[in-house]
């Protein structure tokens, strides 16, 4: 009878707390200890797992603090919800075989998650989504304290760590890269660290990732004013993570740290308006592609001292802030320029014709602005579908050839083993208008042979002409509030794929290495646009869209001498920029 008692008890306790989060589904159980927990993913309509541990004692009436841990080449969420706890593989035991289960660890009083991320792929793109897409269910099923919210990850997820970490700085308390690969771009990001600790730990011996690497990391963080730690195992090779997470020492780092949620100075690097703030700073207008930069501080109250480099505008949302009150005037010292404004709850500031001036940015029509600012990489990093033709006159075996080419480029297989990302593959007519409303479109053919190509035609700026021959061409282009990537004429992946690189990185003239599988690696390396004659080893001319959408005239003439493609010449529309 205690037994029965005991169990309807058990059961009671599960189904509270999945309505108190929320989120009660058949099918998932939430209990105390690690366990697998999905979401679904509007990328390609998957559930998606992730590891997730929740304290013995769990009570819901309180919040808890968070570490979100990612794993690293080759691994999985449960091996990484395994390897912050301290729990490498027992002698002899490979990882498929420590993939199977959970072992007993000492418990802690935080909740962690740990994404699979589509397997080995980076951090960047759609396994970033995913990063973000769990951090958002936890917080939906479980109360977590925001300001305790911290990150950390091994090899591929250390690097992930640097990348997720600074590129959006204001969602973490601390982060702990332990023997980091950060993909390319991440060091024009170490400035926004300023307002939180990094513990970097790192095998002596490690041959894959060198530790002069981290080193220089270390140094140069050190140098920009960041609270930096570093461990360094002499002899220890890419095994780091197993000394860094020993006797789960990570959980007790991360307690001595709190998110300032209103640090008096904010620094901020960012060349995306998909990164476009920080604390109290928002980025109005850059030019994406470039990097841009502030340095604000409010060195007393209602007083701030700012210096930007290649902004346009910018927002400094102060209501909350404790050296800032509303209505009374603000004095600024702005790039060496003297400014008074009183604002009520948040300062706007634009650049006009050099100067300085307190209104607020609005974007001109076709501009680029937040979801519509390229690069190529952005249209596969959220929900798309790839489509071919198939009307006209085409024989059945040339359609066949056609939608053969759009499945291998959706195909996201990996050196490392299968990236589990499904986008659909679809005949143009096929195409229903929830597709249109939901999906950025990958565009195979041209104008004669794909019928959406027909129907944007008069809005896109580049046409590969039908009698092309040994050429590809291949752009991003905002089109509905989605994305469309073109590609006509060759497929801009290799026939083979480039070999690993050695512990020295990437052969000489070739492009950065990525974990990007399949024909999705080589678009992480691009920009908005780039026509190439046989391979992209043989660009014509490949770069960025100006601010307006409209290509640079250089690379329009360039384009042009090779007298197979037609260029739009649309007045104030996008086109040509002069």
């Not at 091994?154 to 997720?164: A, E, F, N, R, V």
């Not at 190509?453 to 809005?459: F, S």
């Not at 037609?566 to 002069?578: F, K």
């Amino acid at each position: 009878m205690n037994l029965l008692v005991r169990r309807q008890a058990l059961s009671f306790a599960t189904v509270a707390l999945l309505l108190m989060a929320g989120r009660a589904s058949f099918g998932q159980t939430v209990k105390s200890g690690p366990q697998v927990l999905t979401f679904f993913s509007g990328v390609d309509d998957t559930e998606q797992p992730y590891g997730l541990y929740l304290p013995k004692n769990f009570n819901p009436a309180r919040k808890y603090p968070l570490v979100v841990m990612l794993h690293g080449a080759g691994s999985n969420h449960r091996l990484a919800l395994r390897r912050v706890f301290g729990k490498s593989n027992l002698p002899g035991e490979n990882d498929v075989e420590a993939t199977r289960y959970f072992p007993e660890w000492r418990d802690v009083d935080y909740i962690v998650a740990s994404p699979l991320a589509r397997g080995t792929m980076g951090y960047q793109g759609v396994p970033e989504k995913d990063v973000y897409d769990v951090l958002a269910d936890v917080k939906s099923r479980f109360p977590i304290d925001e300001d305790r919210v911290y990150l950390t990850g091994l090899s591929m997820g250390g690097g992930g760590t640097l990348w997720i970490g600074l590129s959006r700085p204001d969602t973490w308390a601390a982060i702990a890269p332990v023997c980091p690969a950060p993909p390319p771009g991440t060091s024009g990001l170490a400035s926004n660290a300023l307002n939180f600790p990094v513990h970097f730990f790192q095998g002596g011996a490690d041959p894959l990732v060198r530790p002069e690497g981290t080193r220089e990391w270390v140094k140069r963080l050190q140098d920009l004013g960041t609270k930096v730690e570093y461990i360094e195992y002499p002899g220890v090779g890419h095994n780091s993570w197993e000394n860094a997470y020993k006797d789960e020492a990570i959980f007790d780092w991360f307690a001595k740290f709190h998110r300032n949620r209103y640090p008096e100075r904010v620094r901020f690097s960012t060349s995306r308006y998909k990164y476009d703030q920080a604390y109290w700073v928002h980025i109005d207008e850059l030019t994406p592609g470039t990097p841009a930069s502030i340095d604000v501080r409010l060195t007393s109250p209602n007083r701030l001292e700012i210096a930007t480099s290649a902004l346009g505008a910018f927002t400094l949302r102060l209501a909350g802030h404790p050296r800032f009150t509303a209505g009374r005037p603000v004095e600024l010292s702005l790039d060496g320029q003297t400014l008074s404004a009183r604002p009520a709850d948040s300062l706007s500031l634009v650049r006009r014709d050099g100067a300085w001036v307190a209104a607020k940015y609005q974007a001109p029509a076709h501009s680029k602005r937040p979801g519509a600012e390229g690069p190529i990489a952005d249209a596969i990093a959220a929900r798309h579908i790839y489509v071919y033709g198939a009307g006209g006159d085409a024989p059945p075996e040339e359609v066949q050839a056609r939608r053969a080419q759009a499945a291998r480029a959706a195909d996201w297989s990996s050196r490392f083993g299968r990236a589990m990302v499904y986008p659909r593959v679809v005949a143009d007519k096929d195409v229903r208008p929830s597709d249109l409303d939901s999906s950025n479109l990958i565009l195979f053919g041209t104008r004669e042979t794909n019928t959406l190509i027909a129907k944007l035609a008069d809005r896109l700026p580049i046409q590969l002409n039908a009698s092309a021959a040994g050429y590809g061409l291949l752009y991003v282009y905002p089109a509905g509030g989605r994305y469309v990537l073109v590609s006509s004429g060759l497929p801009w992946w290799p026939a083979e794929p480039a070999p690993l690189p050695g512990p020295a990185g990437p052969a000489p003239g070739r492009r950065p290495f990525t974990f990007a599988p399949g024909p999705a690696g080589p678009l992480m390396g691009l920009e908005d646009y780039v026509l190439f004659k046989g391979s992209l080893e043989n660009v014509v001319a490949g770069g960025r869209f100006d601010g307006a959408w409209r290509l640079p005239e250089a690379d329009a003439a360039k384009m042009k001498a090779t007298g197979v493609v037609t260029l739009a010449t649309m007045g104030h529309d996008p086109g040509v920029s002069h």
